[in-house]
């Protein structure tokens, strides 16, 4: 019987950080944006984020010269994923991600990127870097993670790494690292 109950809490820990929601980049007219899908039988997130029960797009911010040779920061940033910044540590609270991402005060890195200007758009070297981002993920894995920067929300500068959103290999579902960039918020 204690087997059980101890069997029990250590699979609720470990499904604690997974969050029944999926989070997909992409961009549109308006920018970049991440898509958040629920499963609205187990999951909040999407009407604490967006007031939607399942399906949710966030219009992200945009950093102000971001996407230019004059931003060595940015350059930094999106050269070092998957080799200098990695995702690291255990899954952080689902809190933590529905704060930053209500708060608009973000932009992410990923392959399809609008800050990526050094090497092709969502190709090869890319989608790899974005997949060696999350160590959870194999090589021959098609899922990759995603980078999340802040934003200064006054003059949309960026701040800093805040973390790594890495999809599971298996269900698809999003967990949010901290990773060990030099440029990690607090």
Excluded at 29 to 39: A, K, P, R, V, Y
Excluded at 89 to 100: A, H, M, S, T, V
Excluded at 124 to 133: C, G, I, K, S, T
Aim: charged share 15%; with cysteine.
């Amino acid at each position: 019987m204690k087997l059980i109950s101890n069997l029990q809490f250590i699979l609720t820990v470990l499904c604690s950080n997974s969050f029944g929601m999926m989070i997909y980049p992409g961009v549109n007219e308006h920018g970049q944006i991440l898509s958040i899908t629920c499963d609205s039988q187990i999951e909040t997130a999407c009407m604490q984020i967006c007031n939607q029960t399942s399906r949710c797009e966030i219009n992200e911010s945009y950093c102000r010269d971001g996407a230019g040779t004059q931003n060595l920061k940015i350059k930094r940033i999106l050269d070092g994923v998957g080799t200098q910044t990695i995702a690291n540590g255990n899954p952080k609270p689902i809190k933590e991600l529905i704060q930053i991402l209500k708060s608009g005060a973000f932009t992410s890195l990923h392959s399809l990127t609008l800050y990526n200007y050094s090497s092709v758009y969502d190709g090869d070297q890319v989608r790899a870097q974005f997949r060696y981002l999350c160590p959870n993920l194999s090589e021959f894995s098609d899922k990759m993670g995603i980078l999340l920067l802040s934003l200064n929300p006054n003059e949309n500068n960026i701040q800093g790494v805040i973390g790594a959103i890495c999809p599971d290999e298996k269900t698809n579902e999003a967990a949010f690292y901290f990773t060990n960039s030099r440029w990690q918020l607090p």
